[in-house]
């Protein structure tokens, strides 16, 4: 059984359809993140599976059971928002006990779950103060421990990261992901951040335009793109126009101009149905810039001209030219940069490539 | 040199306005029995003559009476309607906006005679409720203006994340709504009172006979003679709609600092 379950969901503002036809199952314990752009139905999905929002169509299941028409304060969720949302007028031990003042919990019992609860979030001291005290930081935290104190069946979280700075953001996610697995609470996460869902998801759900374009395990959705907008909203990827040559035998052979031919495995273009157009994937990372010459060693390999440098310390981010492909390359630096007008020798794995079939335009 | 005529320019405005009001209260504690200048020594007698009308502490009953009715009308309506015309979506939201709030465009007696003449078109004769009723239409645009003013500031998410902690709306809106609301509604229903209690236009077309508000009943003494009770009167009238509001900003600001609003 899921802990939330949606089947053939659709929500219209009017004549907008923010979400079509979207099923999901959201498997007992797991971390699912929705991730997409602003405007791709992420937030209204959310807000469906929390009752704020009425599904124009389609059933909404939280552990087997239809919820359509139960209202969300009686959903048994936490809820947690980009902005915090805690009561300014409550104390943070106030807000915390808040959800269970509504669950009959005695009050020896009420003060002890909001001790643990703050000691979860590591703020165990707060309970005295008024949220204006705190800070971004350590709002979100007593957001969080409000949410989960009332142990919901889903926990539902709507950019929670968003309005914090960026290296608080990265202590507070790997936070978050150590204590969801330490309640083992079902999560449902809405972000645009691509990073937050790789480094947090146990699976995730990419949207677009109200659509569902892949579901998969971070790295499943990173590695094998279901869809040219999944390979150019994650990481940088290049998308190149080839033919399948052959699909004859475990390897699918690709060609494209001014390229070395390139037979990728059968599983790294599972939509690919025959001969014909594809695009060709490629993720910058996987693309080596060599100094003219180095033998290939194996790997595949073209000339090239690096047309721009990207500096960032580190690595760098190198825009190169391939006959008529324009192209990009992320490499850790290990001396110094290539610099701009130099020839160089592309690497790269053939199984590092992807192949999706052509979309037609729409 | 400029700056110097301004600053004079600005005293010689405030002597107008508040001279007045300064001789009022002044007059109010003078000894002789004519209520002019000059001064023949400084007494309360007219307060106590005051207090030993039996006209004007009815009146005064009248006012506080219907200046607590008004505010509390008022402010159980403003509350709802700025909750309707904020928190949910209704077809001509606008309108119906610029409706509540008309009142206080329209000048007063168009008002008063408007009210008055629909009434008898109704056949319902002057009462009590109709004096109550005209009072809570004049007020109840103030009550609006500020507590929709404070909704707006109070964010739906902070409503919802009680929804989803298990409150129903209703006890979120008394939770959650109401509390952070409190300044917006203390002050309209301040504002409330003290409008009611010094209205004289309109009470004077909606009142039934025999029955007399403060201002009402000061129109009347000042039409027989110029008693310094009247001014004894005036000055108790400045304390109750001066101070009540100072009061109730300080009430207002307290809550606000507490709720860190």
Same mark, same amino acid.
């Given at each position: 059984?899921?802990?939330?379950?949606?089947?053939?969901?659709?929500?219209?503002?009017?004549?907008?359809?923010?979400?079509?036809?979207?099923?999901? @199952?959201?498997?007992?314990?797991?971390?699912?993140?929705?991730?997409?752009?602003?405007?791709?139905?992420?937030?209204?999905?959310?807000?469906?599976?929390?009752?704020?929002?009425?599904?124009?169509?389609? %059933?909404?299941?939280? =552990?087997? =059971?239809?919820?359509?028409?139960?209202?969300?304060? =009686?959903?048994n969720l936490g809820l947690v928002?980009?902005?915090?949302?805690?009561?300014?007028?409550?104390?943070?031990? @106030?807000?915390?006990?808040?959800?269970?003042?509504? !669950?009959?919990?005695?009050?020896? %019992?009420?003060?002890?779950?909001?001790?643990?609860?703050? @000691?979860?979030?590591?703020?165990?001291?707060?309970?005295?103060?008024?949220?204006?005290?705190?800070?971004?930081?350590?709002?979100?935290?007593?957001?969080?421990?409000?949410?989960?104190?009332?142990?919901?069946?889903?926990?539902?979280?709507?950019?929670?990261?968003s309005a914090l700075d960026a290296n608080l953001r990265e202590d507070m996610r790997v936070e978050l992901k150590r204590i969801q697995q330490s309640i083992g609470v079902t999560t449902v996460f809405v972000t645009h951040d691509q990073t937050e869902a790789l480094a947090m998801s146990d699976q995730i759900i990419?949207?677009? %335009?109200?659509?569902?374009?892949?579901?998969?395990?971070?790295e499943e959705v990173y590695n094998t793109p279901?869809?040219?907008?999944?390979?150019?909203?994650?990481?940088?990827?290049?998308?190149?126009?080839?033919?399948?040559?052959d699909m004859a035998g475990g390897d699918i052979a690709l060609e494209l101009p001014g390229f070395p031919k390139i037979?990728?495995?059968?599983?790294?273009?599972?939509?690919?149905?025959?001969?014909?157009?594809?695009?060709?994937?490629?993720?910058?990372?996987?693309?080596?810039?060599?100094?003219?010459?180095?033998?290939?060693?194996?790997?595949?390999?073209?000339?090239?001209?690096?047309?721009?440098?990207?500096?960032?310390?580190?690595?760098?981010?190198?825009?190169?030219?391939?006959?008529?492909?324009?192209?990009?390359?992320?490499?850790?630096?290990?001396?110094?940069?290539?610099?701009?007008?130099?020839?160089?020798?592309?690497?790269?794995?053939? !199984?590092?490539?992807?192949?999706?079939?052509?979309?037609?335009?729409? | 040199m400029g700056w110097r005529l301004i600053r004079i320019y600005t005293i010689l405005v405030y002597l107008f306005m508040f001279?007045?009001?300064?001789?009022?209260?002044?007059?109010?504690?003078?000894?002789?029995?004519?209520?002019?200048?000059?001064?023949?020594?400084?007494?309360?007698?007219?307060? @106590?003559?005051?207090?030993?009308?039996?006209?004007?502490?009815?009146?005064?009953?009248?006012?506080?009476?219907?200046?607590?009715?008004?505010a509390v009308i008022s402010t159980v309506l403003g509350v709802l309607a700025s909750l309707a015309l904020v928190r949910y979506k209704i077809p001509g939201r606008n309108l119906i906006t610029t409706l509540l709030i008309a009142p206080i465009l329209v000048p007063e007696v168009v008002l008063a005679v408007a009210l008055l003449l629909f009434l008898n078109f109704l056949d319902i004769g002057k009462s009590f409720t109709l004096l109550l009723a005209g009072h809570v239409i004049f007020t109840l645009p103030f009550v609006i203006l500020v507590v929709q003013a404070r909704l707006v500031s109070i964010k739906r998410d902070v409503e919802e994340a009680a929804l989803s902690l298990g409150a129903s709306p209703m006890q979120t809106f008394f939770a959650i709504t109401l509390p952070l609301l409190m300044p917006a509604v203390a002050a309209g229903g301040l504002f409330a009172f003290t409008i009611s209690f010094d209205d004289i236009t309109g009470t004077l077309f909606w009142k039934p006979g025999g029955i007399e508000t403060v201002p009402t009943q000061i129109f009347s003494m000042l039409r027989n003679s110029i008693s310094p009770e009247i001014n004894a009167l005036g000055t108790v009238m400045i304390v109750l709609t001066v101070g009540l509001p100072l009061i109730g900003a300080a009430i207002a600001r307290s809550l606000a600092t507490r709720s860190g609003a």
């Open positions: 059984m899921s802990a939330v379950s949606l089947s053939n969901i659709v929500k219209r503002f009017g004549d907008y359809t923010a979400v079509h036809q979207m099923s999901l @199952e959201i498997e007992e314990g797991s971390f699912v993140t929705l991730l997409g752009p602003s405007g791709c139905g992420k937030t209204t999905t959310l807000r469906m599976i929390a009752g704020l929002l009425d599904p124009t169509e389609g %059933e909404i299941a939280i =552990k087997g =059971k239809r919820v359509n028409d139960v209202p969300i304060h =009686k959903r928002f980009q902005n915090y949302a805690l009561f300014p007028h409550k104390t943070v031990a @106030e807000n915390v006990a808040f959800g269970l003042n509504y !669950r009959n919990v005695p009050k020896d %019992e009420a003060r002890r779950k909001v001790a643990a609860a703050l @000691e979860l979030v590591q703020l165990p001291d707060l309970g005295a103060r008024y949220p204006k005290e705190l800070s971004g930081g350590q709002q979100q935290r007593i957001a969080l421990a409000r949410a989960i104190v009332i142990e919901p069946d889903v926990l539902l979280l709507d950019e929670p990261l990419v949207m677009s %335009e109200g659509r569902v374009e892949q579901v998969g395990a971070p279901a869809t040219e907008f999944v390979a150019k909203f994650l990481g940088a990827s290049n998308l190149l126009s080839a033919r399948c040559a037979a990728i495995p059968r599983d790294r273009a599972p939509r690919v149905s025959g001969p014909g157009p594809v695009r060709l994937v490629i993720r910058a990372e996987k693309l080596h810039l060599k100094a003219e010459g180095t033998p290939a060693d194996g790997l595949l390999s073209v000339d090239a001209v690096v047309e721009n440098v990207d500096y960032q310390g580190q690595s760098a981010r190198y825009f190169v030219r391939v006959g008529d492909h324009q192209m990009q390359a992320i490499n850790m630096i290990e001396d110094h940069p290539f610099a701009t007008g130099a020839k160089v020798s592309l690497q790269f794995r053939a !199984r590092d490539c992807a192949a999706l079939p052509v979309e037609s335009p729409s | 001279l007045p009001i300064a001789v009022v209260v002044l007059l109010s504690f003078n000894a002789n029995q004519f209520g002019s200048f000059p001064m023949t020594g400084l007494s309360t007698r007219w307060f @106590e003559v005051l207090w030993n009308n039996d006209a004007i502490m009815r009146a005064f009953r009248t006012s506080i009476t219907l200046g607590l009715m008004t």
